[in-house]
């Protein structure tokens, strides 16, 4: 799911999408952009002369928005999109500030079909607003069959490449009118796009101004050097068809100066950019050995890859030190072909050379590294350099000791990440096998990084690697287990029915390697590598959470159900966060927030404290097991999620709890009386309770009596543990 080759990769099949041409309708405006508003009334047929709207479109002489006689309508027949409106004079949106608005009445709820509203800033009048990339603007969109038919709707940014949704869907009233407005501005330094968009709700006289029902801010997701910024046009689209608009009234073109935007907001704003330089790392600290805890990290997304970064923090110089000071000892890093393979690209040799330096820090501590390799399909332009890109792997693993699993490629069950079938797939990865198993073979070779633990198509795709071959060359296969926005004790694509409340994604694992246990080949031993999960801590995106708190919460949680996983006999060696830091700022993109630090490393969340006393206590993942004894909650029964571990050294029970949801709404916490039967001979000395609320461990009071143990506690969403001594 999370961790993004580069869009360059992408960028050709997307570029390819081929799309019908529509007819332009242009404007009387004259071809040159001056600054000002534009307001077009479609009742007058004139600024449509170009446009014939015979079949789809007819000028209405009643009431319109505002009240004002006169709007266009639509038939909303047929199934195929057609062009609204197009206008004839470009805008330079690096140099101009560009707002739009459109006025629009919506059909009946109950109507059938694939619906779009646009309104855009295309590259000329001949992109397809519907299917074609090369445009930016805001579209209200509603599925033929939408999930929730009473709220069927989503308002979303669009920007010809991928769509963002800006909101939860909801519904559009019967012939109330409806204001869209989006406006384009350059960013200070003039490599990007900001936007403003928003919803309002009118009355049926379109007077009386309603809910605002959706607005969205931000920047937008690829650079002005995506597009012929300099030529810009207005375009207008209300797909024809039952469930589109049925009316369309008063299109606004507001241009400004963009020079004047930067000048003022430089005004308001004069504090200049602030660089946190990186924290001294204590040469003597090393990573834990014998932990199951890691994250994963992005070392090469800077500007010495990536010249449109300004994100120098993901270098380990700066992400090493938080790291070992939260006793993590793994590390997921990527490394994609072309920046390391292709001699023919620039700054090869400056990429390998920064990389291994990368490598000799983490090695220096004691970190474990999973490499994962990016490379490319057969019959790709870049082929021909695999066998140097893995020749060069194989250079790496010899070299660094660090380096203890080698992941073979990400999600290339998606095709977003990779272009070639499961064979392709077993094919060139054999190949790669081969040549690091040749260079140090005991390192391990991971399969599968498959997208997600139970999703079916996730699965068929690995059946058919499996089948292909796969794991007579794997020592390891490797899972991106996400619980989208979904507590952790929840699988979201398994129908298993749990044996208990908070049981079904711990018995999905264990289901899973059941399945993947009998296809392994007689005599061969296979590990588990969990190598993405985590939360966003941004209310957006299919694992977004309420906030950063309940990001700390869900870590909390996830982390003590893998040890448990482990401890069950899940032979799973490491887990690994998604990500350890922020990958930006922007705060209406949740793929930006699943960090444990903020982006430019000036601040901790929540997280980090509850995934820092996680890792910490439970370090050494060999030294507890196990034990069945059963905990009783006396208030609790269904609400209570707990395990019992030995640990080994002392013969402590180590108890972690927390309460799966909340029964009383405005509670955060709930008392509760925790009961366990004690073993035999056992002979209570002190029992503390390790809250990662409190950042802190405290002794408490405890009964005893006649072999039982009971301990009075607080319950809340975020793991706590005790410790019966």
């Known amino acids: 799911m999370m961790s993004r080759l580069s869009i360059l990769l992408s960028l050709g099949l997307l570029l390819s999408l081929a799309g019908r041409s529509w007819v332009a309708a242009e404007a009387p405006m004259g071809a040159d952009a001056p600054v000002g508003t534009i307001k077009i009334d479609f009742a007058d047929a004139g600024v449509m002369k170009d446009f014939k709207p015979v079949k789809r479109y007819l000028v209405q002489n009643a009431p319109g928005f505002g009240g004002q006689p006169g709007f266009l309508s639509s038939a909303n027949t047929g199934t195929e999109g057609e062009q609204l409106y197009y206008t004839a004079r470009n805008f330079n949106i690096g140099d101009q500030s560009v707002k739009l608005g459109l006025c629009f009445q919506a059909a009946p709820e109950t109507a059938g079909g694939v619906s779009r509203i646009m309104l855009c800033l295309a590259e000329s009048t001949k992109v397809n607003l519907i299917s074609e990339p090369k445009k930016l603007g805001i579209r209200l969109f509603r599925l033929e069959s939408p999930k929730d038919p009473a709220r069927p709707w989503t308002f979303q940014l669009t920007n010809g490449f991928s769509t963002r949704d800006m909101g939860e869907p909801f519904a559009l009233s019967t012939e109330d009118w409806y204001r869209v407005e989006v406006e384009f501005a350059p ?181 474990k590294v999973v490499l994962c390799l990016m490379a490319v399909p057969p019959k790709d332009q870049w082929v021909k350099y695999n066998s140097d890109f893995f020749d060069y792997a194989a250079e790496l693993v010899r070299k660094y000791p660090c380096i203890r699993v080698v992941e073979m490629h990400n999600e290339p069950n998606l095709s977003f990440f990779w272009k070639g079938t499961p064979e392709d797939y077993v094919a060139v990865y054999g190949d790669a096998a081969a040549r690091v198993k040749k260079a140090r073979p005991e390192v391990q070779v991971a399969i599968g990084s498959v997208s997600s633990l139970s999703w079916e198509p996730g699965l068929q795709w690995f059946d058919k690697v499996i089948a292909a071959g796969g794991l007579n060359f794997a020592d390891a296969v490797a899972v991106h287990p996400y619980n989208r926005s979904l507590p952790p004790e929840v699988d979201p694509h398994s129908t298993l029915t749990p044996s208990r409340p908070g049981n079904q994604f711990e018995e999905s694992v264990q289901a899973w390697w059941r399945a993947i246990s009998a296809k392994i080949p007689p005599g061969k031993t296979i590990k588990v590598y969990f190598t993405e999960l985590g939360y966003s801590s941004l209310g957006q995106g299919v694992a977004g959470t309420s906030g950063e708190k309940q990001q700390a919460d869900y870590l ?14 899940i032979p799973l060696e490491a887990v690994f966060w998604y990500d350890f830091k922020d990958d930006g700022t922007k705060t209406d993109n949740g793929e930006h927030h699943f960090g444990l630090i903020q982006s430019d490393m000036s601040r901790i969340k929540d997280s980090y404290n509850a995934y820092r ?41 180590v108890i972690p709890f927390w309460k799966l949801s909340e029964p009383d709404i405005g509670r955060e916490e709930f008392p509760t009386e925790l009961t366990l039967e004690l073993p035999k001979g056992f002979e209570i000395k002190t029992v503390d309770l390790y809250d990662i609320n409190a950042l802190a461990s405290r002794p408490v009071g405890f009964r005893e009596d006649h072999g039982s143990l009971a301990v009075p506690v607080l319950a809340g969403p975020r793991a706590k543990w005790l410790v019966v001594h």
């Open 187 to 367: 960013t200070g330094d003039g490599k990007n796009l900001t936007f403003k968009a928003s919803l309002q709700q009118y009355d049926k006289a379109g007077k009386e101004k309603g809910a605002l029902l959706r607005t969205g801010e931000g920047k937008t997701l690829l650079s002005v050097t995506q597009y012929k910024i300099t030529q810009m046009v207005v375009g207008a689209l209300g797909q024809n068809n039952a469930g589109g608009a049925t009316a369309f009234d008063e299109l606004l073109i507001d241009a400004q100066s963009g020079k004047a935007q930067k000048t003022q907001a430089a005004a308001e704003n004069p504090v200049a950019d602030v660089v946190f330089p990186a924290a001294s790392i204590d040469p003597a600290v090393q990573a834990p050995q014998r932990t199951l805890f890691g994250s994963v990290g992005h070392a090469i997304h800077n500007a010495n890859f990536y010249p449109d970064k300004k994100d120098t923090y993901w270098e380990p110089v700066n992400v090493l030190g938080p790291m070992l000071d939260a006793r993590l000892g793994w590390v997921r890093e990527g490394m994609y072909q072309p920046w390391f393979a292709n001699r023919e690209r620039k700054n090869v040799d400056l990429h390998r050379k920064l990389f291994e330096g990368y490598l000799d820090l983490y090695q220096r501590h004691g970190m």
């Open 556 to 569: 909390s949680r996830l982390m003590l159900t893998y040890f448990q996983l482990r401890l069950s006999g």
């Open 613 to 653: 006393q996680v890792a910490s206590y439970f370090e050494d993942a060999e030294g507890f097991k196990a034990d069945p004894l059963r905990v009783r909650s006396s208030n609790l029964p269904d609400s209570l999620k707990f395990y019992v571990w030995r640990r080994i050294s002392d013969n402590a029970l």
